[in-house]
């Protein structure tokens, strides 16, 4: 693979030189969004119980390829910033997360929801699958890994144009809003620290952190793994 240019040889060769390159245990995940139900590419069958977002990351990271729609998605804030609902009006004005005790105001809630990034709620269907599975092109990639791997991704990304990586995260709807939403709505990679949500419900371990990719770059980060010494 050349260092100048971000051309890829498949989506099975991407994930392995992740997985080579990082010391991945597990594989990084394929988002992809659907409009309508009938887009769902052939074979891909509906996850047949309701879980959360963060839940369904990590099955597909385990090897697990499916496709949810809102009603399989069990919390619903974070099926909200992925945009597949408007958000429920308690997490909108953060009165939910303040009676969580998360925040000790409802106007440090309210502020925080306003930041966190969202998807706007067009999406009939989210498909979930491991990275080198898949034979379409993906929205978002989403990468479980430890602070060293994220190192390493990090690295890879500045490789070429330089600059500096966001982490921008809250705390709160970390695998949905912070590694999802934000890469899709904002072109860029993001890294955060996960959540109580995340961490409780998805087995996010205490050693892990979550980077979220725009699928459209992944060529480039991987060609600069490549040439990375």
Known sequence: ???????????????????????????????????????????????????????????AAQGAMFYATNDEQMCKGGA?????????????????????????????????????????PMMKAVIYAPLEDIKYSPDVIVIICTPVQAMKLAQAMVYTRGGKVEASFSGIQSICADAVAGPFTKNTANITMGCSGSRGYADIKEDEVIVGMNGEN???VVNALVSMK
């Open 1 to 59: 693979m050349a260092e100048s240019t971000c051309e890829v040889e498949g989506y099975d060769m991407i994930s392995k030189e992740l997985k080579e390159r990082l010391g991945l245990d597990k594989s990084p995940v394929a988002i992809k969004f659907v409009l309508r139900e009938e887009d769902i590419p052939e074979g891909i069958e509906k996850i047949d119980e309701n879980i959360r977002h963060c839940e369904m990351v990590q099955r």
């Open 80 to 120: 909200s910033a992925i945009g597949l609902m408007e958000a429920p009006e308690k997490i909108k004005t953060g009165e939910f997360y303040q009676s969580l005790g998360r925040f000790s105001s409802l106007g440090a809630a309210k502020r925080t929801l306003e930041e966190i990034p969202k998807i706007d």
């Open 218 to 220: 992944i060529g480039c």
